[in-house]
């Protein structure tokens, strides 16, 4: 009598949350996208003979008093924004997944990392989209070398595993193009990408070894995306800008062993990617001050206080709907801003279209921006520039109140290193800088009608 097979069963993952579904669905129930179920070939998995009933635990509870304090040790990269950004060097035994655009120079700044690192300790670069002889290039390109760093032109992630020898670093590059023989479905699917990461997982706690883990965002979201990772990971990183630009910000959205809100900036060069310490005019323009619609806020992100110029262009709508674009500045604030104008203050936006921009490709969140939106709109609406010295800060409510924010103290002497001459920000938040009076104009306001006479606007002209 013939035994009958075991075939591969199917199921339909989504490429952007990992719901899997037995049948393909047009809509995904958990995240609400379309179009992103994608068909998976998947084994059926032997039954363990360790599982029948019989308990394999070999770790216990303990009371927290019990418990000890892990002492985490960190290395220099050798690029000190990236260390900041990191929480002060990278932690052995750590995953670190750097997601970003393609092209936007993920695999350049691991290599100056790795090669760094090769000076004191061994190093293995996976590769699984490029040859070894293309990362020499690049490395050659770079000026970098290094005796400790090994290259490896490998997909499987067994064969990868088998060839960690002693090493303590380890980059894989990238992780949609590495899988698993356990998974029958193509790489870069949500299931290989998923089970990857947890074998690379499972390797760094049990080896203290350190992974750096590259990963590619496309538009579409053919593939799946970072966002699947997260939860394994220690830190994920995203390299953010234009590829056409010579800045790159990379951004912390999560960290285990610092700030989760840490902001690098880097610049794109011919040797390769460099730190920029001084940014003090990155994100401000040379003129302004000139022409009506901008304004400048100090912005907290992490443990640095940066001056961000925030523009803002009103134009009369040629639809029924005017339009409404942001940049750098979540889209619901800025709706609610306009609304807050146009009732408390009577300038009217309702047959306009309004852009908001961040300079510098700068993504503002914190709740410290409205007040210079808020300024730098009824700015272009009123056609009135804001003086080039003058710097805005506050939260605005919807009744038009101007509220309090955090780390007061540091906006403002970040403003006064700044040759700022003038500063508007909340009235409670005066008490904690007025011993900055003799350096900078401090003029405090309740409600978003007095900016607007503080910087002398017009509603009616």
């Known amino acids: 009598m013939a035994t009958k097979s075991k075939t591969p069963t199917s199921q339909f993952v989504c490429s952007i949350c990992g719901y899997a579904a037995a049948k ?19 084994r059926e998995a032997e039954a363990s003979p360790l599982r029948k009933g019989v308990s394999t635990m070999k770790t216990r509870a303990l009371p927290l008093k019990q418990i000890g304090y892990e002492k985490f040790d960190r290395m220099k990269s050798g690029i000190a924004e990236f260390d900041t950004v990191l929480g002060g060097g990278i932690v052995r035994g750590s995953l670190v997944l750097l997601g970003g655009d393609p092209g936007i120079g993920k695999s350049t700044l691991l290599t100056q990392v790795a090669a760094h690192l090769g000076q004191t300790k061994k190093v293995l670069y996976v590769s699984a989209e490029e040859s070894c002889s293309q990362v020499k290039m690049r490395c050659d390109r770079l000026g970098v070398d290094s005796e400790n760093l090994y290259l490896l032109n490998e997909t499987c992630i067994e064969d990868v595993e088998a060839s960690l020898g002693d090493s303590e670093v380890v980059i894989i590059d990238s992780i949609q193009a590495v899988y698993t023989e356990t998974l029958s ?5 949500v299931g290989q990408v998923r089970e990857c990461a947890a074998k690379l ?3 760094a706690k049990s080896n ?15 593939l799946a995306g970072p966002k699947v990772l997260e939860h394994i990971m220690d830190t994920v ?5 234009q590829s056409e ?5 990379l951004r912390a959205v999560k960290n285990r062993f610092g700030s989760a809100q840490e902001v690098g900036v880097f610049e794109m060069t011919d040797s390769g990617i460099r730190s920029v310490s001084d940014y003090g005019e990155l994100f401000l323009s040379e003129t302004r001050g000139i022409a009506a619609g901008s304004a400048v806020t100090p912005s907290i992100g992490g443990n640095r206080c940066m001056n961000v110029e925030i523009q803002t262009l009103i134009s009369r709508t040629a639809y029924g709907m005017p339009r409404r674009m942001s940049l750098g500045v979540d889209y619901n604030k800025l709706v609610v801003l306009i609304a807050v104008l146009e009732k408390r203050c009577g300038i009217p936006f309702f047959s306009s279209d309004v852009y908001v921009n961040a300079m510098g490709g700068i993504r503002l969140n914190e709740p410290s921006v409205d007040l210079a939106i808020c300024s730098a709109l009824a700015s272009a609406a009123t056609d009135t520039p804001i003086d080039k010295y003058t710097a805005v800060f506050g939260e605005v409510g919807l009744t038009g109140e101007v509220r309090s924010v955090a780390f007061t103290e540091k906006r403002v002497l970040e403003c006064v290193k700044a040759g700022f001459k003038r500063l508007i920000l909340p009235a409670k938040s005066l008490k904690a800088c007025e011993k900055y009076k003799d350096k900078i104009e401090l003029v405090p306001v309740q409600y978003v009608s007095q900016m607007m006479k503080a910087l002398q606007f ?3 002209a």
């Open 245 to 249: 630009d010579h800045y790159r910000i």
């Open 201 to 203: 997982m499972r390797i």
């Open 208 to 222: 203290n070894v350190t992974f750096f883990i590259i990963g590619h965002v496309t538009k579409e979201g053919a």
């Open 24 to 42: 393909w669905l047009g809509k995904c129930p958990d995240c609400g996208n379309f179009n992103t179920m994608q068909e998976e070939l998947v």
């Open 458 to 460: 017009k509603p009616n």
């Open 237 to 241: 990183l995203y390299f953010e800008g």
């Open 185 to 189: 479905s193509a790489a870069g699917s």
